[in-house]
């Protein structure tokens, strides 16, 4: 019963002007463009919060060329609850808003914990190899040439010791500054990270 009434009260609740201005005030987004995501969120999410699988039907749909299950569970669980393992609209927003409006700082720091898959505050290169081979999984066919399983291995073989620049045989969050802000295109690909609503 308590999860029904959870979702009566997602379905009947709507953000008061009070409400929408604290969290345009926490986030980078405007009243009107927090409107229009909830207004999504609530559509897909009816009960206004989400789980994992839930998660990964929705950004299946974003890349259907290709598998975005493994990526989708990265990306999730860089911003789900640990009390609850699900999504709120209100952690939604914040790491939309953080990864497409936030800093340069704040969309690294998001980065490194996606790749940073055990949370020990460093990324090895078995778990660079895991995401970027979720990555290419999740493009498909859209890749040009076709990727294959030892691509991800070789793109990470060739830029892994570019980053570790001590060689300790793992990157830290400043290894990872460090290179990226060496690399204009990165940067570059960074800002394409914020959306037009």
Not at 97 to 123: A, C, H, P, T
Not at 125 to 148: F, H, Q, W
């Amino acid at each position: 019963f308590a999860e029904d009434e959870d979702e009566y009260s997602f379905h009947v609740s709507r953000y008061r002007p009070e409400e929408l201005q604290k969290l345009a005030s926490r986030t980078k987004f405007t009243r009107k463009e927090i409107q229009l995501m909830y207004r999504g969120f609530k559509q897909e999410c009816p009960t206004g919060m989400v789980d994992e699988e839930a998660f990964k039907h929705i950004f299946s749909q974003f890349f259907p060329q290709g598998d975005a299950t493994n990526y989708a569970h990265y990306v999730f669980n860089t911003i789900k609850q640990k009390q609850t393992g699900k999504i709120s609209f209100e952690d939604f927003l914040g790491i939309l808003s953080k990864v497409s409006r936030g800093s340069v700082q704040e969309k690294m720091q998001w980065i490194f914990g996606l790749y940073d898959l055990n949370g020990d505050g460093l990324i090895s290169k078995a778990e660079m190899i895991d995401v970027v081979s979720s990555i290419y999984e999740m493009l498909g066919r859209a890749t040009n040439p076709l990727v294959d399983d030892s691509t991800a291995k070789d793109h990470v073989e060739k830029i892994f010791h570019q980053i570790d620049t001590n060689k300790d045989g793992v990157v830290t969050i400043e290894e990872l500054m460090e290179w990226c802000s060496r690399d204009e295109h990165f940067l570059k690909s960074l800002d394409t990270l914020d959306t037009i609503l």
